[in-house]
T-cell receptor
Framework: AQSVTQLDSHVSVSEGTPVLLRCNYSSSYSPSLFWYVQHPNKGLQLLLKYTSAATLVKGINGFEAEFKKSETSFHLTKPSAHMSDAAEYFCVVSEGNTGNQFYFGTGTSLTVIP | GAVVSQHPSWVICKSGTSVKIECRSLDFQATTMFWYRQFPKQSLMLMATSNEGSKATYEQGVEKDKFLINHASLTLSTLTVTSAHPEDSSFYIC??????????????FGAGTRLSVL
């Protein structure tokens, strides 16, 4: 069975400081993992994906995530937060490379303080 | 990149009327599309999986007669909320998979439709 736990429902950082959004997963198979961002009243935009290649994945807008199998984690980081990063972030797991269904975390709301 | 267009972005309707939401893959063919519902401050809830040329697969607890899904072409799926009631008010989001891509399980999302039933 697949599941995702986003450990923080809300994270607040100051502009220019690092961002860490935590995600742990459970998967019976070799998983694919994704981070999506959702701005208010908008759809979801893919930030980055892990699909069994390099464990350190670089995404758009300076975000990156590291797949750690031993810790079953896929935390999202960014060295320096920007005001435009304020949004809702979802961690998602799927089975392998062809798994049909997405399993969503409950989301983390990121606030950036000027 | 793969683009999914969803229309309308916002719709207000009277109770008892039906509303149709369109989801189009603009630059790729999508044999599989997904429909989600999102309540305020919550995650996405999968309602159904739409397969081109066949009947949709609905998740447990989702009324198939209330939420009609049609996937008549490789680029278009529609969700019709029939006899809408205020409790159907929500944010509906579609997504599509690009089977031509190397990573075939990536879902590309539409911008969502805000439905308000009066």
């Amino acid at each position: 069975a697949q599941s995702v736990t986003q450990l923080d429902s809300h994270v607040s950082v100051s502009e220019g400081t690092p961002v860490l959004l935590r995600c742990n997963y459970s998967s019976s198979y070799s998983p694919s993992l994704f981070w999506y961002v959702q701005h208010p009243n908008k759809g979801l935009q893919l930030l980055l994906k892990y699909t069994s290649a390099a464990t350190l994945v670089k995404g758009i807008n300076g975000f990156e995530a590291e797949f750690k199998k031993s810790e079953t984690s896929f935390h999202l980081t960014k060295p320096s937060a920007h005001m435009s990063d304020a949004a809702e972030y979802f961690c998602v797991v799927s089975e392998g490379n062809t798994g049909n269904q997405f399993y969503f975390g409950t989301g983390t709301s990121l606030t950036v303080i000027p | 990149g793969a683009v999914v267009s969803q229309h309308p972005s916002w719709v207000i309707c009277k109770s008892g009327t039906s509303v149709k939401i369109e989801c189009r893959s603009l630059d790729f063919q999508a044999t599989t599309m997904f429909w989600y519902r999102q309540f305020p401050k919550q995650s996405l809830m999968l309602m159904a999986t739409s397969n081109e040329g066949s009947k949709a697969t609905y998740e447990q607890g989702v009324e198939k007669d209330k939420f009609l899904i049609n996937h008549a072409s490789l680029t278009l799926s529609t969700l019709t909320v029939t006899s809408a009631h205020p409790e159907d008010s929500s944010f509906y989001i579609c997504s599509a998979r690009d089977l031509g891509a190397l990573a075939k399980n990536i879902q590309y999302f539409g911008a969502g439709t805000r439905l308000s039933v009066l």
